[in-house]
């Protein structure tokens, strides 16, 4: 298979509080992992593309001071929501894809998101 | 014109129904192509994932691409009340840093036992 664990699943805390979300590829390693949120009856909207070893990429409008990511192994991506505010609650997902030689894609497989509600 | 088109429902059939879930999109360079399985409060899960166009079949499940036409399919045989859940299409491009997936808004599907 290929699974990606997401750590924790849930989160409530008050506002002001820095909240860190793992992502971790279980099975197999994958330079790439992607951070997305997606709000209620709504699909994903990616966020920043992690690569090992090097910054993330951020999509337009993300802050990159609000979300940071490390990506510090082949197998392992962090996302920090810094000092959280109400208007960050939402699901946050994250996915990876397996090392592949050439230029073949792998599919990414997702991990169950996190759950993330600012009081 | 959104680089990606889908329904998004709600679809609600009885059990055993054969289902068609459809996506569009606009751009040629797309090559790669996905369905996902999101649960309620859960990550999208994989199910089919295709480069060429014609069908792929697993199990109930069956993915049709047509590139000549920008099209893709997903139909579900034997539909089961555990195929509750939203399906999202997804594309993705083969050039150098094209790793991200475009999504469509996915469907919601409802089987009726």
């Known amino acids: 298979g290929a699974v990606v664990s997401q750590h924790p699943s849930r989160v409530i805390c008050k506002s002001g509080t820095s909240v860190k979300i793992e992502c971790r590829s279980l099975?197999?390693?994958?330079?790439?992992m992607f951070w997305y949120r997606q709000f209620p009856k709504k699909s994903l909207m990616l966020m920043a593309t992690?690569?090992?070893?090097?910054?993330?990429?951020?999509e337009q409008g993300v802050e990159k001071d609000k979300f940071l990511i490390n990506h510090a192994s082949l197998t392992l991506s962090t996302l920090t929501v810094t000092s959280a505010h109400p208007e960050d609650s939402s699901f946050y997902i994250c996915?990876?894809?397996?090392?592949?030689?050439?230029?073949?894609?792998?599919?990414?497989?997702f991990g169950d998101g996190t759950r993330l509600s600012i009081l | 014109q959104k680089e990606v088109e889908q329904d998004p429902g709600p679809l609600s059939v009885p059990e055993g129904a054969i289902v068609s879930l459809n996506c569009t999109y606009s751009?040629?360079?797309?090559?790669?192509f996905m369905w996902y399985r999101q649960y309620s409060r859960k990550g999208p899960e994989l199910l089919m994932y295709?480069?060429?166009?014609g069908n792929k079949e697993d199990g109930r499940f069956t993915a049709q691409v047509d590139k000549s036409s920008k099209y893709i399919s997903l139909f579900i045989r034997d539909s089961q009340p555990s195929d509750s859940a939203t399906y999202l299409c997804?594309?993705?491009?083969?050039?150098?840093?094209?790793?991200?997936?475009?999504f469509g808004k996915g469907t919601k599907l409802s089987v009726i036992p």
């Open positions: 992690s690569n090992e070893g090097s910054k993330a990429t951020y």
């Open positions: 997804a594309v993705q491009g083969t050039g150098a840093g094209s790793y991200q997936l475009t």
């Open positions: 996915s990876a894809s397996r090392l592949a030689g050439g230029s073949q894609r792998q599919p990414q497989h």
């Open positions: 295709t480069y060429s166009s």
């Open positions: 751009n040629s360079a797309f090559q790669y």
């Open positions: 099975d197999f390693q994958a330079t790439t």
